[in-house]
């Protein structure tokens, strides 16, 4: 009986645990802005917390897995890389990826580094889609793309030169 109510109580611990990081993350309405540069916006904190904790787990797992030796540790080891280089990628990206509206255009960085930007006027299409649960948001113009999910940032700027388009007909 007691073993039921410490799996009970470790899964609602964990419950609530997901449930407040998301509610922090979308349910705040305040982007994560970039110190320094106060029109930029950062993914959640909540993306570099994650990669943090599988970073770590990770490296715990490569250290276990790969110290001990044996063939039928080869899917352990496996899956310890892939939790460490999806730790990386998540950091990567929160170091990486920023959005920033500005007046007449959207600057932003893919998440390899590279900087572009789409100025309103230049915006050939885009599409809001709700894919699963989350929202996103695709702007193209010419070559460039950017794909965004609204709920994350303040994109408040991008709609109305978005809606300025439709009126004007363009």
């Given at each position: 009986m007691s073993g039921f109510v410490i799996k009970?109580?470790?899964?609602?611990?964990?419950?609530?645990?997901?449930?407040g990081m998301v509610w922090r993350t979308v349910g705040r309405g305040k982007p994560n802005t970039?110190?320094?540069?106060p029109g930029r916006q950062r993914m959640p904190r909540t993306v570099a917390i994650v990669g943090a904790?599988?970073?770590?787990?990770?490296?715990?797992?490569?250290?276990?897995?790969?110290?001990?030796?044996?063939?039928?540790?080869?899917?352990?080891?496996?899956a310890s890389v892939?939790?460490?280089?999806?730790?990386?990628?998540?950091?990567?990206?929160?170091?990486n990826r920023y959005i920033a509206p500005g007046r007449d255009a959207v600057q932003f960085r893919t998440l390899w580094g590279r900087e572009k930007s789409i100025r309103y006027d230049?915006?050939?299409?885009?599409?809001?889609?709700?894919g699963g649960a989350r929202p996103h948001l695709t702007v193209r113009a010419g070559r460039e793309r950017l794909r965004v999910n609204p709920s994350f940032y303040d994109l408040s700027v991008l709609y109305a030169a978005i809606e300025e388009r439709e009126r004007a007909g363009r």
């Open positions: 009970f109580g470790l899964v609602l611990l964990v419950a609530v645990i997901v449930g970039v110190r320094g540069y904790v599988f970073v770590v787990i990770g490296s715990m797992m490569v250290l276990a897995s790969f110290t001990t030796g044996g063939p039928e540790l080869i899917p352990l080891r496996i892939v939790v460490l280089a999806t730790g990386i990628l998540f950091l990567i990206a929160y170091r230049d915006i050939t299409s885009y599409q809001g889609t709700v």
